[in-house]
């Protein structure tokens, strides 16, 4: 990793520095979550909206006083060159209002403000880690490896780490067990195609399924997933958005990656041939640690388990194919020339 700005020489502690692209809603739940729970020391913000950024980093130093340790959160503006020193960025830039009707919404907004920075950050000399949040999750995360140059391992989206987490919530609130007693996974796209590995499913070693003649275990598979599956709608329907779960999905990664955990989450990553997919990034355990995204888990899937999940990375292959052809090279010129999306309307 590149060194901090504030490293202590004197005592060999090295801070962590985290970047945040986008303040928008989500980037200051991120940036909120990663100061209460001690993981950054620094953190650089970015935005072209100068004065929802200017009020997220007063507001933020000033939380600061009531975080475990001193943290320094820094106003960069919308020179994204700055991140190059940054251990990992977090990218939450968008537009929330298009995902109203599906998380498809934001696929072009998406993407051109990606266009916009990754490419100028790599050619600065950053060496770290991308987390992103911005939707379609799958799909921008995997334009953001492209434009990066950094291994497929340094790149990653939250993927369905939240919505494993609002499946595993639903158990327990059925079951009345607590939620880390519970080893669930939704896998696939991070959208309306993602399923519930419901065979895979256990308690204490013990999977669900044959727990289906037990009360309170005898739960409607169907009903479950569905309902894990539609949590972060019944969210933005109530307050048009999702922000705590999401912030802490993000930071959770984080982390995972600069405590060296070790720990295994489904995230959006980069398919190797497991799952009978290449060069496709999707949701599937893995595990997260100082070396990003490694060791993928094939889970034992059913018949109809399988074919969700290919329908589910059939889904982000077509939206990937929507975009507009885009050289790496151009990324890291500036000024950065984005091109138009054939299907793209948002100007009309």
Sequence with gaps: MVTSS????V???RPVSVGIVGLGHVGPHVANSLILQGIADELLLCDTNEDKLA???QDLNDSTVFA???VVVRNCHADYERLAACDVIVNSSGQVTLSAISRTGELFKAIDDVRSYVG????????GFWVNVANPCDVVTREIHRLSGLPASHVMGTGTVLDSARLRTVISLRTGLAPESIQAYMIGEHGNTQIAA?????IAGTLLSTLKSRKPYDLDAVEVESAAREGGYVSYHGKQCTEYAIGNAATRIVRAIVHDEHVVLSASVQLNGEYGETGLYISVPCVIDA?????????KLSAAESEGFKASCSTVKSNYAKLAPMPVEAARKTPVVIPRHREDDRFE
């Excluded at 504030?6 to 020489?9: A, E, V, Y």
């Excluded at 100028?120 to 060496?127: D, N, V």
């Excluded at 070396?291 to 889970?299: P, S, W």
């Design 11 to 13: 005592s060999g502690h």
């Design 291 to 299: 070396n990003g995204a490694r060791d993928i888990f094939e889970l």
């Design 68 to 70: 475990p340790h001193r």
């Design 55 to 57: 009020a997220e980093v």
């Design 198 to 202: 419901w065979s895979s499913i256990s």
């Design 120 to 127: 100028r950050i790599a050619e600065a000399g950053f060496t």
């Design 6 to 9: 504030l490293t202590d020489t």
